[in-house]
């Protein structure tokens, strides 16, 4: 049996998504006793800079302390990283090339998903902070597999920022409510405008949107990669 190998959180982005990709590699590990869940270390940096404004070109690059919380990580004994932060996958390449021990892409590892658990897939709507939607993460990696994105106007992408960043948003810590009805109203929209699937493209999303609130597939990149680092770190899915 190979030895064990402990997951890096490479967390803070919010502490909310940090939690809860937490909870999920506790909810998906196939253990009976403590022994017998992951290892896990988290490294919960709440003074990285705003990922989106970054981006925008309204604010410094978060990349000297996302490498910073990859070190410390590596320090501490991680042998892979993951980032719950689907708008900082933008600098993912340059954190590949930093580290020393893998790096588990939420964006990679929720295209390759979908191309083996949504058939005929052809058409994704992309629900995210306009961070994302502007670096074309997602649209980039879907049209390697012929995958069209279709992403919300620009006033419902303005509704959706307010519902994830606004004074009674998700990272706030309101998780129902107006901020739970805007994202199900956005995602509801793509849906009638052709979507066949939705990616909860924000890690923040899934705390308000769920693949029973939904009529087609829901891409969670949270689950997908908290059961991907499970499993590289050499432990058994809860079925």
């Known amino acids: 049996m190979k030895k064990p190998r402990t997951i890096g959180i490479l967390g ?10 937490f909870d999920l590699i506790v909810k998906n590990t196939a253990a009976d006793k403590d022994q017998e869940h992951v290892p896990v270390l988290i490294w919960n940096d709440p003074t990285i800079p705003p990922r989106t404004d970054a981006i925008l070109g309204l604010g410094p690059s978060p990349l000297p302390k996302l490498l910073a919380g990859v070190k410390t990580l590596e320090r501490g004994g991680a042998s892979l990283i993951v980032m719950p932060c689907l708008t900082a996958h933008h600098y993912a390449a340059q954190i590949r090339l930093r580290a ?20 005929n897939l052809n058409t994704a709507a992309l629900v995210a902070s306009t961070g994302t939607v502007r670096s074309e993460l997602f649209h980039q990696a879907f049209k390697r597999q012929k995958v069209e994105v279709l992403t919300p106007d620009e006033a419902d992408q303005k509704r ?6 606004g004074d009674r ?11 739970r009805r805007t ?10 405008r052709g979507a066949q699937a939705v990616v909860a493209g924000c890690t923040e999303v899934p705390l308000v949107l769920r693949a029973e609130d939904i009529p087609v597939p829901l891409i969670d990149p949270m689950r997908i990669a908290a059961r991907v680092c499970i499993q590289k770190a050499g432990y058994p899915l809860k079925k």
């Open 183 to 192: 994202i199900l109203a956005v995602a509801g929209k793509l849906v009638r």
């Open 169 to 179: 948003g998700v990272k706030a810590g309101v998780t129902d409510g107006p901020a």
């Open 12 to 21: 803070g982005m919010g502490p909310e998504a940090t939690n809860f990709f």
């Open 160 to 165: 959706v920022m307010d519902a994830i960043f």
């Open 100 to 119: 020393r021990v893998p790096f588990v892409d939420l964006v990679e590892e929720s295209v390759r998903w979908a191309a083996k658990s949504v058939p």
